[in-house]
């Protein structure tokens, strides 16, 4: 009898699909099948759109081409250092966040490093060797890299998270796992160069699939959300 704790069960309906996903950061090498990559992505492509204009192009990275970029991407973030200018400001500098989103920033924060990974918030040393392991999609034996149109841009971002989502719930349907990264375009003339971005594209994130790897610690992280009362307002 193996000591492996099972893989996480595929969901059968959209509720389980959604109560089951969260974000992954430690996944099994065990490979994902082409044909099974071409279903989620057909999947996620069945998302609404502006007019259904349908604004995302992905890259998917697998095998020598994701160790490529892999290399290139932990070899700028150990001896580059992120952007200055990023194209759109996903992850703007902590004091640009205003209440509760700080301190919920602050509560995710201390709940990865401290509680699940043992990292004091003054270990910035450990915190930033956890944070490298973005850039090799933790291990995932696929990278995906999700870019729009940059005109219009609001709107096409917001098809984009559309799309992400559909993509991590179908991948939950099918018993796989992901995790978002934004952090990927922190470092985007490294994707661009790599996967031949046309600059008319933005970056949006990138994301990493795979089998989770279940007796990995950090995959025991689970993320509290706020009740209904909180962010729902009804009008009778
Ligand atoms: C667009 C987007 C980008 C994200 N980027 C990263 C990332 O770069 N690295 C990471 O570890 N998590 C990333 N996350 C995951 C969030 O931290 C996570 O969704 C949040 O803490 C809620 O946890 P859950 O996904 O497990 O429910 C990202 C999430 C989203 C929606």
Redesign the pocket.
Known sequence: MSNQAPAPAPAATIEEALLS???V?AFRPDPVDRVVIERLLTLAARSASNSNCQPWQVHVVTGDAKRRLCEALVHAHDHVGPVADREYD?QPPAEAWPEPYRSRRRS?GERLYQHTLGIPAADKAARRAHHRR?YDFFGAPVGIVVTVSRRPREGALVDA?LF?QALMLAARGLGLDT??????IDYYPVLRQHLDIPDDQIIV?GLALGHADPDHPLNR?R?PREPLARFATFHD
């Open positions: 996903r969260r974000s950061r996903y995710f973005n998270g992400l995790c978002p990264q934004a952090s990927l994130c992280l993320t």
